[in-house]
């Protein structure tokens, strides 16, 4: 079960290998767990609702007689009964008549305490609970449900994570080309654990991904398979990771921001910004560019004039410029940049200075004596 996509896999021998063409997608929200009863499919979400998915002979769909609202934690299935665990350790059974589900008194049963249940494949008549000290097992004694044998101390081996684990990933694939991506992982990090994360375009040579999450690629590339390292150094925590984010970070122009204006004439949000400023003709004015991949960036001003920004290293280009003194008016701003490939890309960010009238240089001053 991965997310809302029920995936197959077939032995192949020497391993599992994922049947693409008999993955199912499930229209059930937050799926949590998933079970099978014969060619059926059983499904708990987050709010602890049983979906039942039949199977129509070339497609699945949810039979609403057979879903069950519940406050389930937990399933499992033989061939013949589900089995719901709920919060108050309460594992109701049910048998299904074709047309519905009814619950079996007789195989249901409480167990204080209860986190999982597995029922023991085509026999209805066990069932094991695990809770924190161990596994119990559960059997129908001919007028109901109880436990026949306990294994304590299981969760001990449980209480200590194992470092450090690999995670690696299918590949992804897209249709457009790419030489740069930026990853962004979301994760959680107590003290003393540590994720570590690489990417491989052809499955065998990993990069590690650094800081920065921009790895660059020799040659284009239009899949990628990801790869995990978990390390703790405290056996009682682990790190988690919740998901990765990839990026198609290709030559691109992200923004235009001012960073500074002398003699601001005023009416401008707080700097730096990225929106629109007024500025003040015969002043100068910071401004920084950042263009992803470009080695150089060209600022070209509707008024004719020309700037070629600096290079500040991580795809930063910055930049000084000013008005001539006796102009007012609009300014639309077009830039260009280019990489090392000979690609070339433009954006244009209209009137995105404005210059008002110079007060101060129309002001005659009279000394009257």
Do not use: C
């Not at 924190?132 to 081996?157: R, S």
């Not at 280019?338 to 101060?360: C, K, Q, S, T, W």
């Amino acid at each position: 079960l991965d997310d809302n996509q029920v995936r197959v896999f077939k032995d192949a021998g020497n391993g599992f290998l994922e049947a693409p063409a008999l993955n199912i997608m499930l229209d059930v929200d937050n799926p949590i767990q998933l079970t099978t009863m014969g060619e059926d499919l059983v499904v708990l979400d987050h709010q602890g609702k049983l979906h039942y998915i039949r199977y129509q002979g070339s497609f699945y769909e949810e039979d609403p007689a057979l879903s069950l609202l519940s406050d389930g934690i937990a399933i499992d299935a033989s061939d013949n009964t589900l089995y719901s665990l709920k919060n108050s350790g309460e594992a109701d059974a049910y048998s299904t008549s074709g047309s519905s589900f009814i619950e079996n008194e007789y195989l249901s049963f409480v167990h204080d305490g209860a986190v999982s249940i597995a029922a023991n494949g085509s026999d209805d008549q066990t069932v094991y609970i695990r809770d924190e000290n161990g596994v119990t097992a559960y059997m129908f004694d001919g007028n109901q449900t109880v436990p026949i044998t306990t294994i304590n101390g299981l969760n001990k081996a449980y209480q200590a994570y194992l470092s450090p684990r690999t995670l690696q990933t299918l590949f992804y694939h897209w249709a457009e080309e790419t030489k740069r991506i930026y990853v962004e992982p979301t994760m959680i990090l107590l003290s003393g654990t540590e994720i570590k994360l690489f990417v491989s375009s052809d499955g065998v040579h990993f990069t590690p991904v650094d800081a920065s999450g921009i790895v660059e690629f020799t040659d284009a590339i239009t899949q990628l398979m990801i790869k995990a390292v978990f390390t703790t150094t405290n056996i009682l925590d682990t790190p988690v990771l919740q998901h990765i984010r990839v990026i198609d970070k290709s030559l691109s122009i992200e923004y235009l921001e001012t960073t500074r204006i002398v003699r601001d004439p005023g009416g401008n949000p707080p700097l730096p910004t990225k929106s629109p400023v007024n500025v003040t003709g015969g002043y100068n004015f910071d401004m920084r560019v950042e263009a992803i991949g470009a080695t150089d960036v060209l600022v070209e001003f509707s008024d004719g004039e020309i700037l070629h920004l600096v290079d500040q290293g991580e795809f930063i280009f910055t930049g000084t410029h000013h008005f001539p003194e006796d102009f007012t008016g609009s300014i639309d701003v077009k830039i260009t940049v280019n990489d090392d490939d000979g690609n070339v890309i433009e954006r244009d960010f209209l009137a995105h200075y404005m210059v008002p009238d110079n007060i101060m240089n129309n002001i005659t001053i009279y000394d009257v004596k």
